[in-house]
């Protein structure tokens, strides 16, 4: 499967999980990162390593909407176009509601909704070309709230929103669809291993997913659902089974 995929957010945890499948399927990646650049060298050349000039960087910080545009730019000239964009780049922390501030309602919204959207824009003409896909990563919190997530939760529901309405605004040629993944990396603010084990009593399958999990969902949506789009997959563990 030789596509060139743009993966924001693509140095660690899901993001890079994504980056070595898809690279295991022959695809050449595009390594985004904001801040993690040890992370994203690392990734880059152990990619390298196994396949000659298959994986390449991009620093941005997608807030900022020139570097985004000009990010889009190098992507599409660096391998002639792009086939993939998978918005996975997500920052995430709580804000209690009654003492959320201006700033965090703008980076939530600018890094799990803004930039997705202005860089779907940005590459639209290329991904139109060559009638690729777009795959968002939401979350199974979009739909029901996390509480003192409010502003990530609205967040990850305005991102379902847009995949059903870039599906329309884009297709046919480009397809767009989302993952919504459960209880997969734990987050790296505190939590207690009771916190952990009370989440798993409400999966159905009484255990964590792996970010390969994620990866896999992503990898069927490129490769194998010609035929799907405007949806999303849940990859959950039958989490949501239990709201």
Same mark, same amino acid.
């Given at each position: 499967?030789?596509?060139?995929?743009?993966?924001?957010?693509?140095?660690?945890?899901?993001?890079?999980?994504?980056?070595?499948?898809?690279?295991? !399927?022959?695809?050449?990646?595009?390594?985004? &990162?904001?801040?993690?650049?040890?992370?994203?060298?690392?990734?880059?050349? !152990?990619?390298?390593?196994?396949?000659?000039?298959?994986?390449? /960087?991009?620093?941005?910080?997608?807030?900022?909407?020139?570097? /985004?545009?000009?990010?889009?730019?190098?992507?599409?000239?660096?391998?002639?176009?792009?086939?993939?964009?998978?918005?996975?780049?997500?920052?995430?922390?709580?804000?209690?509601?009654?003492?959320?501030?201006?700033?965090?309602?703008? !980076?939530? /919204?600018?890094?799990?909704?803004?930039?997705?959207?202005?860089?779907?824009?940005?590459?639209?003409?290329?991904?139109?070309?060559?009638?690729?896909?777009?795959?968002?990563?939401?979350?199974?919190?979009?739909?029901?709230?996390?509480?003192? &997530?409010?502003? &990530?939760?609205?967040?990850?529901?305005?991102?379902?929103?847009?995949?059903?309405?870039?599906?329309?605004?884009?297709?046919?040629?480009?397809?767009?669809?989302?993952?919504?993944?459960?209880?997969?990396?734990?987050?790296?603010?505190?939590?207690?291993?009771?916190?952990?084990?009370?989440?798993?009593?409400?999966?159905?399958?009484?255990?964590?997913?792996?970010?390969?999990?994620?990866?896999?969902?992503?990898?069927?949506?490129?490769?194998?659902?010609?035929?799907?789009?405007?949806?999303?997959?849940?990859?959950?563990?039958?989490?949501?089974?239990?709201?």
């Amino acid at each position: 499967m030789e596509k060139n995929v743009l993966i924001t957010g693509a140095a660690r945890r899901i993001g890079a999980a994504c980056a070595r499948r898809l690279h295991r !399927e022959g695809c050449h990646v595009i390594v985004h &990162y904001k801040s993690s650049e040890q992370e994203a060298l690392a990734l880059c050349g !152990e990619l390298n390593r196994l396949r000659p000039d298959s994986a390449s /960087l991009l620093q941005a910080e997608l807030l900022d909407l020139n570097q /985004l545009a000009e990010m889009a730019e190098a992507a599409k000239k660096g391998r002639g176009g792009i086939d993939v964009l998978i918005n996975n780049a997500s920052a995430f922390y709580p804000t209690p509601f009654g003492e959320v501030t201006e700033a965090q309602w703008d !980076e939530l /919204l600018g890094s799990n909704l803004k930039a997705p959207f202005f860089l779907a824009q940005s590459l639209h003409e290329t991904l139109t070309a060559r009638n690729g896909c777009i795959v968002n990563i939401a979350d199974i919190h979009a739909e029901r709230g996390l509480p003192d &997530y409010s502003v &990530y939760s609205i967040a990850k529901a305005g991102l379902v929103a847009m995949t059903r309405v870039l599906a329309k605004e884009m297709g046919p040629e480009v397809r767009v669809n989302g993952v919504a993944p459960g209880a997969i990396i734990w987050p790296e603010h505190d939590l207690s291993e009771q916190g952990k084990q009370e989440i798993l009593q409400r999966v159905a399958l009484k255990r964590s997913g792996e970010p390969d999990d994620i990866a896999k969902a992503v990898l069927f949506l490129i490769r194998d659902a010609g035929y799907v789009t405007g949806q999303i997959i849940t990859v959950d563990g039958g989490r949501t089974l239990f709201y």
